[in-house]
């Protein structure tokens, strides 16, 4: 399984886009790249998945380049209720079987 | 629509005392299925998955157990706690591959 990291924190301001960055240097052909959210005292939710190039849904862009070893997520104009620990996976897309979070990046925004 | 849930919501129990913490899923079949723990200001743990009936994978040696009696039931048990098992216990299922994972509410254990 690849490993990730990620930078343990980043500060921002309300309305300012987000960057993201995750190292994954030995992704296999077969990861996909995947990002969640986590609030206090919830489970993680699921942010965005891509596998090359760009995917971008209606919260959140995911940029891969074309090495594929690291991916940064993207976070348009940010507000306070984007607070939060993003976690960067590596998943294998042959099957679901293990899925490994890093230790997460969390993410203050401030007014 | 598929829904998970686990419970107890919250417990506390003593050091040396069992455990039961449930989950299940509604909605779909053959899913997998994992139990991730949080200790406090930490990241997450993958604990068990399984990918069937009857079928346990461990990642960490630890004095917890996992079950998977029904195909959509998951139950994390201890037969004796120890202080560092509190934390916040998260199930989540998945299906398909490289499907997103679906967390539950989390079930908060404390152990004195």
């Known amino acids: 399984l690849a490993k990730t990291t990620q930078p343990i924190s980043m500060d921002s301001y309300e309305g300012q886009e987000v960057n993201i960055t995750c190292s994954h240097n030995?992704?296999?052909?077969?990861?996909?790249i995947t990002w969640y959210q986590q609030f206090p005292s919830q489970g993680p939710r699921f942010i965005i998945q891509?596998?090359?190039t760009k995917v971008t849904n209606e919260v959140a862009s995911l940029f891969i380049p074309a090495d594929r070893k690291s991916s940064t997520l993207s976070l348009p104009r940010v507000s306070l209720s984007d607070t939060a620990v993003y976690y960067c996976?590596?998943?294998?897309?042959?099957?679901?079987?293990?899925?490994?979070f890093g230790t997460g990046t969390l993410l203050a925004v401030q007014p | 629509s598929q829904t998970i849930h686990q419970w107890p919501a919250t417990l506390v129990q003593p050091v040396g005392s069992p455990l039961s913490l449930e989950c299940t899923v509604e909605?779909?079949?053959?899913?997998?299925l994992y139990w991730y723990r949080q200790a406090a200001g930490r990241g997450l743990q993958l604990l068990f998955y399984s990918v069937g009936i009857g079928q346990i994978s461990s990642e960490v040696p630890q004095n917890l157990s996992a079950s998977r009696p029904q195909d959509r039931q998951f139950i994390l048990s201890s037969k004796k706690l120890l202080l560092s098992d509190s934390g916040f216990y998260l199930c989540a299922w998945s299906v398909r591959a490289p499907g997103e994972l679906f967390f539950g509410e989390g079930s908060r254990l404390t152990v004195l």
């Open positions: 996976l590596v998943v294998y897309g042959g099957a679901t079987n293990k899925l490994i």
């Open positions: 909605g779909t079949s053959n899913p997998n």
């Open positions: 891509g596998y090359k």
């Open positions: 030995n992704i296999a052909t077969n990861d996909y």
